[in-house]
């Protein structure tokens, strides 16, 4: 199956900003939609944001509404998060999935491929 690899995360201060990235390998990802989640320790993974294959429609979670937006790149078969106004309480490990069909959806159970994740760790 399709390898993912996402790279983008760091340390950062409150209100900054960060741009995870995902790449496969073995298989392109241009007719699936993907999406991002995050997992916080001692808690269940969560919904972030998800994108369809043709990047014409995102769904973000209402927690970063208004803050992180999800892109997609399907010549360079790439997926990006672009997270601004950064919080403590967004501090996770931040992974990238391929979802099982063209449509996104916001459970974890719909996406069929996942990356290693990355993390990222908001500061006050």
């Known amino acids: 199956q399709v390898q993912l690899v996402e790279s983008g995360g760091g340390l950062v201060q409150a209100g900054g900003s960060l741009r995870l990235s995902c790449a496969p390998s073995?298989?392109?990802?241009?007719?699936?939609?993907m999406g991002w989640f995050r997992q916080a320790p001692g808690k269940d993974r969560e919904f972030v944001a998800t994108?369809?294959?043709?990047?014409?429609?995102?769904v973000v979670a209402d927690s970063v509404k208004g803050r992180f937006a999800i892109s997609r790149d399907n010549a360079k078969n790439t997926v990006f998060l672009q997270m601004n106004s950064l919080k403590p309480e967004d501090t996770a490990v931040y992974y990238c999935?391929?979802?099982?069909?063209?449509?996104?959806?916001?459970?974890?159970?719909?996406?069929?491929?996942w990356g290693q994740g990355t993390q990222v760790t908001v500061s006050s």
């Open positions: 999935a391929k979802s099982r069909t063209v449509y996104g959806l916001r459970s974890a159970g719909a996406y069929d491929s």
């Open positions: 994108i369809t294959w043709s990047g014409g429609t995102t």
């Open positions: 073995g298989r392109t990802f241009s007719a699936y939609a």
